[in-house]
């Protein structure tokens, strides 16, 4: 079951720059997509979300952008700090069955200095 | 900031034993799920609640899981015999109501079978 693809197990990007993360979707009865933050022995810790009525979210340095016809989104965060470093997942829900989220692989983000 | 917690961090127990993983939702929420994550592998769904009952659960969540609400604080998930592949990480999650709604997720027990 492949329905929340992010191809990318790792990033390593310096600090201040900007951090790209991909996921692609293939479920095309998804509406709503979330970011979610893991550190380890942590719990998923939820960092922005979008609707499909939009394409662009932004909450201070975080933006996640999305491309309902290509089935993609992508979550920018510039400039990216160490505290940063983490595991980054996505998610996907249907709302109008239920918020069940599809989660991705994760990408593993590491914000040098 | 409120937030969901988890009860035991980790728990070891031994295949064909009975566990009981603890989770207290953030107050006002009224959705409670169950997720987990084997080791490498992606965050799973196992189980939603709502009203005090299942509203939907995945093809994992078979006879030996059930989840109860059973003071209208805690909710917790029950595996009756546990198996060597349950060994994974435990996340409670909880959210305001369904739809647009974001899920806000405990730390996790890690469960571990020998």
């Known amino acids: 079951d492949q329905q929340v693809k992010q191809n990318s197990p790792s990033l390593s990007v310096q600090e201040g720059r900007i951090s790209i993360l991909n996921c692609d979707y293939t479920?095309?009865?998804?509406?709503?997509f979330l970011w979610y933050k893991k550190y380890p022995a942590e719990g998923p810790t939820f960092l922005i979300s979008?609707?499909?009525?939009?394409d662009k979210n932004e909450d201070g340095r975080f933006t996640v952008f999305l491309n309902k016809s290509a089935k993609h989104l992508s979550l920018h965060i510039v400039p990216s700090q160490p505290g940063d470093s983490a595991v980054y997942f996505c998610?996907?829900?249907?709302?109008?069955?239920?918020?069940?989220?599809?989660f991705g692989t994760g990408t593993r983000l590491q914000v040098t200095l | 900031e409120p937030e969901v917690t988890q009860t035991p961090s980790h728990q070891v127990t031994q295949m064909g034993q009975e566990v009981i993983l603890r989770c207290v939702p953030i107050s006002n929420h009224l959705y409670f799920y169950w997720y987990r994550q084997i080791l490498g592998q992606k965050v799973e769904f196992l189980v939603s609640f709502y009203n005090n009952e299942i509203s939907e659960k995945s093809e994992i969540f078979d006879d030996q899981f059930s989840v109860e609400r059973p003071d209208g604080s805690n909710f917790t998930l029950k595996i009756r015999s546990t198996k060597l592949e349950d060994s994974a990480m435990y996340f409670c999650?909880?959210?305001?109501?369904?739809?647009?709604?974001?899920?806000?997720f405990g730390n996790g027990t890690r469960l571990t079978v020998t």
């Open positions: 998610a996907a829900s249907n709302t109008g069955t239920a918020s069940k989220l599809t």
């Open positions: 979008i609707s499909s009525i939009k």
């Open positions: 999650a909880s959210s305001e109501r369904t739809g647009v709604s974001p899920l806000h």
């Open positions: 479920n095309s009865m998804f509406d709503y």
